[in-house]
């Protein structure tokens, strides 16, 4: 049931995500940086962590997800550390998930030798 939850909540993100998309005229780049922020105003409020804990990976995989762990990294450093946790705590709630993009990343471009767009 976990892996249903999981698939249904995050295509639903994904299909809303694509439905803003499609019927603004957002760049991707301010969709994402909408999303990371939203999810960071939904972990503020209390509403992503049931939605986190409900559906797993279908919610914190997507970018919203992102912005709720950059947002508990902050909430927790800033609680142990006091102002200077606001600007560490992100870095390091994210520090995992950040390098395992970049090294995968690096390796799939070993890998596959991209090449540039003509």
């Known amino acids: ?5 999981a698939f249904w909540v995050g295509g639903l993100i994904c ?6 998309m499609d019927n603004t005229k957002l760049m991707p780049g ?3 940086v909408i999303l990371v922020c939203l999810g960071g105003l939904l972990g503020l409020i209390g509403v992503y962590q049931p939605l986190v804990d409900f ?12 912005g709720n762990t950059l947002f508990k990294g902050v909430k927790e450093a800033i609680d142990k550390e006091g102002f200077i946790g606001l600007f560490k705590g992100g870095f390091t709630a994210s520090a995992v998930g950040i390098s ?11 890998i596959f030798q991209p090449k540039t767009k003509e």
């Open 100 to 110: 395992a993009a970049l090294i995968f990343g690096y390796l799939a471009s070993v």
């Open 55 to 66: 559906a797993g990976a279908g919610a914190s995989v997507p970018l919203l997800g992102f």
């Open 15 to 20: 299909f809303l995500v694509q439905i803003l």
């Open 30 to 32: 301010r969709i994402m």
């Open 1 to 5: 049931m976990e892996y249903l939850n």
